[in-house]
């Protein structure tokens, strides 16, 4: 049982003997639910930052979420290991960091670099369960390849549903900031219809069609219901628009000049987008409205999914997990969308909720990394973890631990610069957020103080003040990326160098919908 090999390890590192008399006097703690087999829900939202209600956000409307992190336990300070969805995907998806799963791009199949991999859902089918992916879950095009397979791996799920609405049928509604342009561009839709309609509704019902199913066999389960949304075009219906108001949202103000205080990588990051520079006030409230509209849309379809695990009574026995594969930018920093070192891109919401895991707790304000999920998810079910995967079992946090798994949280990033490519790695701690950057022939740096500077905006690296900080998180960060490079013993052929496929495109039947909202 979980608690018992918490109990134990502890003992072994006496800098854990606090917690021992915590688990020892915790009335809430049951040694024996564990003799029960948990089922996971994990629920992925794409392109989605901590405009979450619970999160502090006063303009969200986000009631189901809020829900879940009051049931449960959600973390602050939670960061992705790659700010763009493929190789975000793969690495929580197999708890490996981008260095080494080798996977730094869009297009590439988990298996194309790290071909013996076994992955979460792939885990759990080898402990005989059933392996759902309900939508996105590894890497699609979104909206090209709604409907289809896109960058899914086989070997990780026993059944798969490829969603695909009205969103989908109905593109050409859809306004484009840059026209005739189909994908990472701002774009934005009030849709028609219900929400059953839409790609992430029909997705919800499927997920929700699955859970009777499973309520009824008593079979285990490992359900992902990935979501393709609030990722652009923006689409939601008409309602969820109406619950925002465009003056509500202030656009970020931002000054060129503090581009010439970052290094050369960071300040194309985030003019990268020619078309979104310098954007109408009114067209950029139109867009965080939009936003705003499909973060309520994709919460309303989660909300769905959550009262009927209720409803079936599962949630007595499945751990529900929440999280997003990156944050977003909307206008910070004069930047929209991601692929950035800033903590908008980096930052996400991190929710767990079910059994062994304490309801009522404050929020964590630790830094920790998604690629902590999988032996997280491996702990709270008493299951192996397998010995290839670098992250961390937070676990010790949902029986009240205060004691800090991590002390810094790892992201990287590839730019493409005059010069050719430049690698960026950051750690975030509680305070400060580090970043640097490297060719061949040079590092620069950036440091943020979040005490004084939340929206990093005033780089201290030159500050004599902070040379003292900057040496001591320099270490960290060395020391963080060497081990983050070496190669996982237990994970099989490693394979470099590879390029991404490019698969064609698969039409899609028509759909007819109601013209009824």
């Not at 005989?128 to 879950?137: A, L, P």
């Not at 859970?211 to 990935?226: I, P, T, V």
């Not at 003019?271 to 994709?298: C, H, M, N, P, W």
């Amino acid at each position: 049982m979980i608690y018992f090999r918490f109990f134990w390890d502890y003992i072994y590192e006496l800098k854990y003997s606090g917690l021992i008399l915590l688990i020892l006097l915790n009335p809430q703690l049951n040694f024996s639910q564990n003799s029960q087999k948990f089922n996971v829900l994990m629920i992925i939202a794409d392109d989605l930052n901590c405009a979450i209600g619970a999160y502090g956000d006063p303009l969200a409307d986000t009631p189901n979420i809020d829900r879940l992190a009051q049931e449960g336990v959600f973390f602050t300070n939670a960061h992705v290991q790659y700010p763009l969805c493929g190789p975000s995907r793969v690495s929580f998806m197999t708890g490996l960091y981008p260095d080494q799963t080798k996977s730094k791009e869009l297009r590439l199949h988990v298996r194309q670099t790290i071909p013996d991999v076994i992955t979460l859902g792939q885990k759990f089918r080898m402990e005989n369960y059933h392996s759902i992916r309900v939508g996105k879950v590894y890497h699609y095009h979104n909206p090209r390849d709604i409907g289809t397979a896109s960058y899914d791996d086989q070997y990780t799920w026993d059944r798969t549903v490829n969603p695909y609405g009205r969103d989908k049928i109905e593109e050409h509604k859809i306004t484009y900031l840059k026209p005739r342009f189909n994908g990472g561009v701002l774009s934005w839709y009030k849709a028609s219809g219900k929400d059953e309609e839409q790609t992430d509704g029909i997705g919800a019902t499927s997920t929700i069609e699955f859970l009777d199913e499973f309520a009824k066999s008593g079979e285990n389960f490992f359900l992902a219901f990935g979501l393709y949304r609030p990722h652009v075009p923006f689409v939601a219906p008409d309602k969820y628009f109406k619950l925002h108001k465009n003056k509500d949202f202030s656009v970020p103000e931002n000054s060129n000049q503090y581009l010439n205080s970052i290094p050369e990588p960071a300040a194309i990051s985030v003019r990268a987008k020619k078309e979104q520079i310098g954007l109408d006030s009114e067209l950029a409230q139109e867009i965080i409205q939009a936003y705003y509209a499909t973060v309520s849309f994709v919460d309303a379809q989660i909300g769905r999914v959550l009262d009927k695990l209720t409803k079936t009574g599962l949630d007595k026995n499945t751990i529900v997990v929440f999280t997003s594969d990156h944050g977003y930018h909307l206008g910070e920093h004069g930047h929209w969308q991601k692929q950035t070192l800033f903590e908008h891109s980096t930052r996400v919401p991190l929710i767990f909720s079910g059994p062994g895991i304490s309801s009522g707790l404050d929020p964590i304000h630790d830094p920790v990394e998604l690629v902590d999920l999988y032996p997280t998810i491996m702990d709270l079910l008493d299951m192996e973890i397998p010995n290839f995967v670098r992250g961390k079992s937070l676990n010790p946090y949902f029986i009240g631990s205060k004691i800090p798994i991590r002390n810094s949280a790892l992201t990287e990033l590839l730019i493409k610069t005059p010069k050719g490519m430049a690698q960026g790695y950051s750690i975030k701690t509680k305070r400060y957020r580090l970043n640097r950057w490297s060719d061949e022939n040079y590092y620069e740096y950036e440091l943020y103080d979040h005490k004084y500077d939340q929206e990093e905006l005033n780089n201290l690296a030159s500050h004599q003040q902070y040379t003292r900080i900057l040496d001591s998180l320099t270490k960290v960060l060395k020391k963080r990326v060497k081990s983050a490079q070496e190669y996982p013993k237990g994970l099989g052929r490693q394979i470099h160098e590879v390029k991404p496929w490019l698969e064609p495109r698969i039409n899609l039947h028509q759909r007819k919908f109601s013209k009824t909202n």
